[in-house]
């Protein structure tokens, strides 16, 4: 048995160096990993003298080249056990006894005594002088700390930090705050003295630019630094310099992510496998995925493609040419910080100039003009955007206007709706219009206007995320925005296809308040414009097309809420005293399962019965359009939008935009009802809801400010009144109140382009107030007018 139990020891011992050599973990594989800056750039040594190479895996798990130059320091970063005595500590700054975290043992937490110094956080088996040290965390500034959190005292009793390392990760307990507190501040305190600690391809990267006007010297770091070129082997620490640790105390920790560290080399297997892969797309949009949740990783995969498409062996195939397709879907989705930005353009410069009239020199010239417009995507690029910047393509996109009609444009990744609006107006002949116009998200049940500096990609990827029914999907539309002149409107013009196209969308939803004969007329004068003269072989659209459905609602509930005779059983039952309609004892569960159910029945037949008399009052009002669609006779599509317009603009308010709100009539906000708040050319006006005359009204110029006050509330204060609103348009109120002011101001030549354009700020306009986290869409913030 002692023999049998030796022989798995040694097995298990063989079988942790086998993995530790597999996965790179040996101090020789890495050791060119971080340096200090002043210790790879001696005074005096040329840009040639630094010479590193990407690790090579050997059999033995060692290196096959080797970075001179390495501090003494630096090489003892796991310090060997019992070199050195507790006596022999140099300055020190907080000791004290602390529970570790030991895995792999039956005890999981043990105590030790720490000492932090200048250099590191080192533990010992006692306080004693002579107390032999158990292991050493050496610190830099990419050391992390985890401070206390209450989930692990209630979970553990303790309070727990942890510091991450290099190659170790401690993690401590303490049943004492305060003490907790102390280590954590005393250790962070530390890592916040340490200089900032370089890589090589960072100190190579410096040479380059110092250097690029010198093509000897450039080509001759690179042949002497094989970490700039390409490799067919793996990557064992990332590029770039991150901080040790996890991510489990971030905001991506349920995204199944590693350390920052982690995911750079596992990003880099996954460049290699766009050489081999069938379908490229997916690996593409998991690279960039990644990117878009993890900010410092843009530069390092910026930094490892400039590598892999540098000396490439044979860089005119497809499968290199993978690296430049995805290089290509970076640039058009992130920007590199300045001094990446300035490698990758001298990188393409060189590319260009080695390579003319080559496909790497096409992908090049994309890449750099891609760079001068690109800005933070909000989303990962599309399946079809990718297979677009594949091919150094354009989309095409459909844009809708109202009626059936759409337009084709073709547009990049960087156009943004305020183009797509101006090339619509263009081609519509709109240019002239004294109108303004804005794009849509819709589908048949919400539309929402698209700020005019998004990009128009981000909102067709969204659009494939979003669940819509199959009969509703989501599109883009354009349509009048700001209705300043509706008299100006020829009635010849497309332009005014639109004002009748719009007016129906509010008689529809039930924003136009007019009797029921008036809207019975419009949807007949809509049958006869859509339809021409009655036929009993032509197919009318349905009645929720053509009339307000909750109009139907409200009068057959109405109706349907009168109280109707009940059978004697019941009468008598209502008479009956409380104590014997509901007996106690032993039948009392089964009478009360039995009133159950006869409730759920009682539903249902009230809920049949109210589909049936929606069905009856539709064919009522149904029959009576279509009896006045016959006396229509005659006239055409013109006339018949002509006499629509005009029993719309009856209305007072014809042309504003509605809003539903809570109207705050109390200034402590303790009463509410519910209005409209309509959002014209000239005022703001507050209706009730179904009434056509306002409530009250605020001309522009009585109106001292307005903006957002809170998460849902919106308020305007005219004169010395404060209206306060809770609703959830804040962004598109506010948005329609500056282009309406901006448009104001344009007329006045004090703003000569009144397009919707994005906020650069948050400000909401209100000096006493403190900035939102709300952002206002438009260029001109709600100021005091």
């Known amino acids: 048995m002692p023999l049998q139990a030796v022989c798995w020891f040694l097995c298990c011992r063989q079988g942790f160096r086998l993995l530790g050599r597999d996965y790179g973990e040996k101090e020789e594989e890495e050791s060119f990993e971080l340096r200090n800056k002043e210790d790879l750039t001696p005074n005096g040594r040329s840009p040639a003298d630094v010479t590193v190479s990407q690790p090579t895996h050997m059999a033995n798990g060692r290196n096959g080249h080797t970075v001179p130059g390495v501090s003494a320091e630096m090489k003892s970063l796991i310090i060997e056990k019992n070199k050195m ?437 419009l949807a007949a004068l809509r049958l006869q414009c859509l339809m021409g003269d009655f036929s009993t072989h032509a197919p009318s659209p349905p009645l929720d097309e053509l009339f307000p459905g909750h109009m139907l609602e409200a009068r057959v509930l109405m109706s349907l809420s009168v109280p109707q005779a009940l059978p004697a059983c019941q009468l008598a039952a209502q008479g009956c005293p409380p104590t014997q309609r509901f007996p106690s004892g032993l039948l009392a569960g089964t009478l009360w399962s039995h009133t159950a159910t006869a409730a759920h029945k009682q539903k249902v037949e009230n809920d049949l019965r109210l589909r049936s008399r929606l069905k009856e009052e539709a064919a009522v009002v149904m029959g009576t359009i279509l009896d006045r669609w016959k006396g229509l006779a005659g006239y055409s599509c013109r006339d018949s939008m002509a006499a629509y317009l005009t029993i719309a603009r009856q209305w007072s308010g014809f042309g504003c935009t509605l809003y539903e709100v809570d109207f705050y009539i109390s200034s402590t906000g303790n009463f509410s009802q519910k209005l409209w708040l309509g959002v014209a050319a000239t005022s703001v006006s507050l209706y009730r809801q179904g009434e056509a005359e306002a409530l009250e009204s605020f001309p522009y110029g009585q109106i001292c400010s307005y903006g957002v006050s809170d998460s849902n509330t919106f308020k305007i204060t005219a004169g010395d009144r404060d209206l306060l609103f809770e609703t959830s348009k804040l962004t598109e109120i506010m948005q329609l109140m500056n282009a309406y002011f901006s448009a104001i101001h344009g007329q006045r030549g004090r703003v000569e382009d009144a397009d919707i354009t994005v906020a650069e700020s948050t400000e909401v306009g209100f000096h006493h107030l403190p900035a939102m986290p709300t952002p206002t869409l438009l260029e001109l913030p709600s100021h005091p007018v």
């Open 85 to 521: 005595g507790l006596e022999e500590e140099p300055e020190l700054l907080v000791k004290g006894w602390l529970l570790r975290e030991v895995r792999g043992s039956w005890i999981k937490q043990r105590r030790y005594w720490f000492v932090l110094s200048q250099d590191s956080l080192d533990y010992y088996s006692g306080p004693e002088k002579g107390a032999r040290r158990l292991g050493t965390l050496v610190l830099t500034n990419l050391c992390s700390v985890i401070w206390p959190d209450k989930q692990t005292y209630k979970e553990t009793g303790y309070w727990s930090i942890t510091v991450y390392g290099r190659k170790h990760c401690y993690r401590l307990y303490t049943k004492h705050f305060n003490e907790a507190v102390h280590w954590a501040c005393a250790i962070q305190k530390v890592i916040d003295t340490k200089a900032p600690v370089e890589t090589p391809t960072q100190l190579l990267i410096r040479d380059i630019e110092e250097n690029k006007f010198n093509p000897e010297v450039v080509e001759h770091i690179y042949q002497h630094n094989p970490i700039l070129k390409y490799t067919q082997g793996p990557l064992y620490a990332p590029l770039l310099p991150f901080p040790y640790g996890s991510l489990e105390h971030t905001y991506h920790s349920g995204k199944g992510y590693g350390s920052v560290r982690e995911e750079a080399v596992k990003l880099f297997n996954c460049l290699q496998q766009l050489e081999s892969a069938r379908e490229p797309v997916p690996i593409i949009q998991g690279v960039l995925q990644t990117c878009l949740d993890l900010r410092p990783l843009r530069d390092e995969v910026y930094c490892q493609l400039v590598k892999q498409t540098s000396y490439t062996p044979a860089p005119h195939t497809a499968a290199h040419l993978r690296y430049w397709q995805l290089l290509t879907c970076m640039s058009c989705t992130f920007l590199p910080g300045a001094t990446v930005l300035k490698y990758l353009r001298f990188h393409l410069k060189r590319i260009q100039s080695q390579s003319p009239e080559s496909e790497m020199d096409n992908y090049a010239s994309f890449i750099s003009e891609a760079l001068e417009k690109t800005k933070c995507r909000e989303r990962v690029p599309s399946w079809e955007e990718i297979q677009m910047l594949m091919s150094r393509q354009e989309m095409l996109c459909s844009v809708h206007y109202p009626g059936p009609g759409s337009c084709q444009l073709y547009i990049s990744s960087h156009t943004t709706a305020n183009e797509v609006v101006r090339r619509m107006q263009e081609r519509l002949g709109l240019h002239d219009s004294k109108n303004t116009f804005a794009l849509y998200e819709q589908n048949a049940l919400w539309e929402q206007p698209v700020a005019g500096g998004a990009l128009v990609a981000d909102i067709l990827t969204s659009f494939s995320t979003k669940e819509s029914e199959p009969n509703s999907p989501w599109k883009l539309c354009f349509k009048l925005y700001c209705l300043l002149d509706a008299d100006s409107i020829s009635v010849d013009s497309i332009e005014y296809l639109f004002l009748f196209e719009q007016c129906h969308e509010m008689v529809v939803r039930g924003q136009l308040p007019a009797c029921e004969e008036d809207l019975q007329a």
